[in-house]
T-cell receptor, first 115, second 112 residues
């Protein structure tokens, strides 16, 4: 595997279900991100992990719970979601360095439908 | 805080015509600027980036962008559109130690 992978690619879940999205990066990066992409809305940054530590949480509802066990893996745990949470969830990674930044590399996304 | 404005949510060009996608940014510090492309049902792919080296940046698939500080712009161009260029394009800005901020995107349609 190369780049950033995400599983599953598609997920349909009921509002009472619990599921998890998985992201893995094979690039040796030290930062990972979760984004939400909804129709007709700009990309929304949800969570940022730098060196496995969460450094950003953009007022995301508690029904979304991130986990970063190591610098290569990132999870998004989902529970009691709402229909408006249906969206494409994108994972990204980058190499953050002091005094500069490198571009983010994105995975293919997980298309989530909440019924 | 940084912000990005992409003028035109939808741009349509004929095959072989010039592609021009506009992006203006707001940043209180010298920014890093990026253009990404997203094909249907896929993630975002980096087209090119500006990181304070040359103001004219060449990217993949024949695209290029010019950083104009006086106009706070970073417009994306391609001399001749191809059918395969039809996609959603996102401009993004980042400062040091600040998150990457995306524009709302511009959907490019290419007409045969």
């Amino acid at each position: 595997e190369t780049g950033v992978t995400q599983t599953p690619r598609h997920l349909v879940m009921g509002m009472t279900n619990k599921k998890s999205l998985k992201c893995e990066q094979h690039l040796g990066h030290n930062a990972m991100y979760w984004y939400k992409q909804s129709a007709k809305k700009p990309l929304e940054l949800m969570f940022v992990y730098n060196f496995k530590e969460q450094t950003e949480n953009n007022s995301v509802p508690s029904r979304f719970s991130p986990e970063c066990p190591n610098s290569s893996h990132l999870f998004l745990h989902l529970h009691t979601l709402q229909p408006e949470d249906s969206a494409l969830y994108l994972c990204a990674s980058s190499q953050e360095i002091a005094g500069g930044t490198y571009e983010q590399y994105f995975g293919p996304g997980t298309r989530l439908t909440v019924t | 805080a940084q912000s990005v404005t992409q003028l035109g949510s939808h741009v349509s060009v004929s095959e072989g015509a010039l592609v021009l996608l506009r992006c203006n940014y707001s940043s209180s510090v010298p920014p890093y600027l990026f253009w990404y492309v997203q094909y249907p049902n896929q993630g975002l792919q980096l087209l090119l980036k500006y990181t304070s080296a040359a103001t004219l940046v060449k990217g993949i698939n024949g695209f290029e962008a010019e950083f104009k500080k006086s106009e706070t712009s970073f417009h994306l161009t391609k001399p001749s559109a191809h059918m395969s260029d039809a996609a959603e394009y996102f401009c993004a800005v980042k400062g040091w130690r600040t998150p990457l901020v995306f524009g709302k995107g511009t959907r490019l349609s290419v007409i045969a």
